[in-house]
């Protein structure tokens, strides 16, 4: 079974700072793809970045960047220049290339202190 | 308007009761999803369906029941409820193949006094 760790629960940044957040996977596959969710206090799931395995580039939106270390099994991600609005919960989820359900991890509480 | 639409929002009910939640998508995508979310344990998937009339088992399905008679609609019943099952319920559809990942729903909160 393919499991998705986040390690901290909660993380803190002051606006206009950078962050990251971290996350681990486990899996024997081969070809898959990773995700950063963002779930503000509306509930609202809303998909923030996400990466082929097999892309060794590792993917940006914006002020998101992810660090993608396939052989350590590690996807972190970047906030830059944080925002008031960037406070949130935000999960890591994983998906096998020939599936489709995502598996998540328990989630990292961002707050962004002004 | 298009998108994934969960209803009710919100529900109270007791336990025992049967109570549906719905789930209705306008994209026409192949595949569906249920989650639950609980402090704690991030999104843990319950069913899924990969298409109308098929569905498969998650990691936690036991009490629910999922139907898919049709592509856009994914109905999630709890057949007897329990205090266990007190949570925030999410649908989520995918296209499939080489998709961005999963569009959510709004998310239905569901007590169970």
């Known amino acids: 079974a393919q499991t998705v760790t986040q390690s901290q629960p909660e993380m803190s940044v002051q606006e206009a700072e950078t962050v990251t957040l971290s996350c681990t996977y486990d899996?024997?596959?081969?070809?898959?793809?990773l995700f950063w969710y963002k779930q503000p206090p509306s509930r609202q799931m809303i998909l923030v970045i996400r990466?082929?395995?097999?892309?060794?580039q590792n993917a940006t939106e914006n002020r998101f960047s992810v660090n993608f270390q396939k052989a350590a099994k590690s996807f972190s991600l970047k906030i830059s220049d944080s925002q008031l609005g960037d406070a949130a919960m935000y999960f890591c989820?994983?998906?096998?290339?020939?599936?489709?359900?995502?598996?998540f991890g328990k989630g990292t509480s961002l707050l962004v202190t002004p | 308007d298009a998108g994934i639409t969960q209803s009710p929002r919100y529900k109270i009910t007791e336990t025992g009761r049967q109570v549906t939640l719905m789930c209705h998508q306008t994209?026409?995508?192949?595949?569906m999803f249920w989650y639950r979310q609980d402090l704690g344990h991030g999104l843990r998937l319950i069913y899924y369906?990969?298409?109308?009339?098929?569905?498969d088992k998650g990691e936690v399905p036991d009490g629910y029941v999922v139907s898919r008679s049709k592509t856009e609609n994914f109905p999630l019943t709890l057949e007897s409820a329990t205090r266990s099952q007190t949570s925030v319920y999410f649908c989520?559809?995918?296209?499939?193949?080489?998709?961005?990942?999963?569009?959510f729903g709004q998310g239905t909160r569901l007590t169970v006094v």
């Open positions: 989520a559809s995918s296209r499939g193949g080489e998709s961005p990942g999963a569009f």
């Open positions: 899996t024997s596959e081969s070809d898959y793809y």
């Open positions: 990466q082929e395995a097999y892309k060794q």
């Open positions: 989820a994983y998906r096998i290339d020939s599936g489709y359900a995502l598996n």
């Open positions: 994209w026409s995508h192949s595949y």
């Open positions: 369906s990969a298409a109308a009339d098929i569905t």
